[in-house]
């Protein structure tokens, strides 16, 4: 499902243009339309101008395929091991790989980007490149779809010092690659457990927030962050119910205000797919709702609303953002477009 997304998102980008598609030797030798036939998840159709690529193989053709474009976008379902070792692959034959897989968030020389939080963390490319020998070459990749939810949100509150989060995450069922159709059984029903979200959900913040030490990015050591995380039957939109204290509590109209004049790198750049308002946050006890704010600015805002006092915590509030643009695809274009800002793919 991400790749299709990858597909309409670059559609018509004004700085990428796509040449190539790559698979897993199934697909090879096919026309995009063949290879996705039966299996188009999305309500836009295929992009015309994709639709006759032969797709290439990821693996077996890497010289070719590294030869014909300046950098690849990597979202594969093949084992960390595999997708560790295939990235480097690329990352060696000289071509930036922007990856949307979790098998490199914790290689310490590779930068985990949400490009409005840590920007900063591109900087350790430098060392990456000198570890694989590389003049050009490097693996970037994006955070996991669940923390944006709400990491996106505590950014901007750092500076009061960020003791402790709770947050309970509520998670669509495109998450998993799916729709209601292939997945009938979600319809009327919340299952309690994603395999490995819990802990991705509780250490990539931490990445994240971490500094560049040396020839490596070291995690922050606090906040204390503890999650649990849900699938509930919602086509796309992962929420986020969060509870956070502070060393210096500020105001709730100190919170709001930093919500609403936040900007970050991406927005300072005006790269293309960065929405103009990175963080909207509604005063209605009703917002946001998925299906009415899931697509916000494309995709590429986080929701923010219900923001009080509690009784355990300093404050709690919700919010949401699109899982497979903001948290997925979208992300990782963004992410590119990024480096691309910044000379990286020259």
């Known amino acids: ?83 560790r070792a295939l990235e480097e692959e690329y990352a060696k034959h000289e071509c930036p790989v922007m990856s949307n897989n979790s098998a490199n968030r914790f290689t310490p020389d590779v930068p985990m980007i949400i490009p409005e939080v840590n920007p900063e963390h591109i900087a350790i490319v ?87 030490e040396g020839d490596q990015i070291v995690s922050a050591s606090s906040p204390l962050i503890t999650t649990q995380c849900l699938r509930v039957p919602v086509s796309d939109g992962h929420f986020a119910a969060v509870f956070v204290s502070f060393d210096n509590k500020p105001t709730k109209e100190e919170i709001i205000s930093l919500w609403q004049n936040y900007k970050g790198e991406p927005q300072l750049l005006s790269l293309p797919t960065a929405p103009k308002q990175f963080i909207h946050y509604f005063n209605e006890d009703n917002y946001p709702q998925a299906k009415l704010h899931r697509n916000l600015e494309n995709g590429m805002a986080v929701s923010v609303g219900r923001l009080r006092e509690d009784s355990q915590y300093d404050y709690k509030f919700v919010s949401l953002s699109h899982n497979t643009l903001r948290g997925a695809a979208g992300g990782a274009v963004e992410m590119a477009e990024l480096y691309a800002a910044k000379g990286y793919f020259d």
């Not at 690529?53 to 990821?58: E, L, N, P, Q, R």
């Not at 996991?144 to 995450?169: D, H």
Request: with cysteine; aromatic share 8%; hydrophobic share 40%.
């Open 126 to 212: 430098a060392s990456q490149k000198k570890r694989l020998g590389t003049k050009r070459g490097f693996i970037s990749v994006k955070s996991n779809c669940s923390i944006q939810s709400y990491v996106p949100a505590l950014q901007p509150l750092r500076k009061f010092g960020i003791s402790k989060i709770l947050a309970c995450t509520y998670q669509a069922i495109s998450g998993a690659g799916k729709n209601f159709d292939t997945w009938p059984e979600m319809q009327d029903n919340l299952i309690p457990y994603i395999a490995g979200e819990e802990e991705k959900s509780e250490k990539e913040p931490l990445k994240v927030w971490g500094k560049i």
């Open 1 to 83: 499902m991400v790749g299709q997304r990858f597909a309409l998102l670059l559609e018509n980008h004004p700085w990428f243009n796509v040449t190539v598609l790559a698979a897993s030797g199934r697909s090879a030798g096919k026309t995009y339309e063949e290879a996705v036939s039966g299996r188009w998840l999305m309500t836009s159709p295929i992009p015309e101008k994709m639709r006759k690529i032969t797709v290439m193989d990821a693996t077996a053709d890497i010289g070719k395929i590294t030869s014909s474009v300046d950098f690849v976008f990597c979202a594969v379902d093949m084992k960390k091991d595999e997708i």
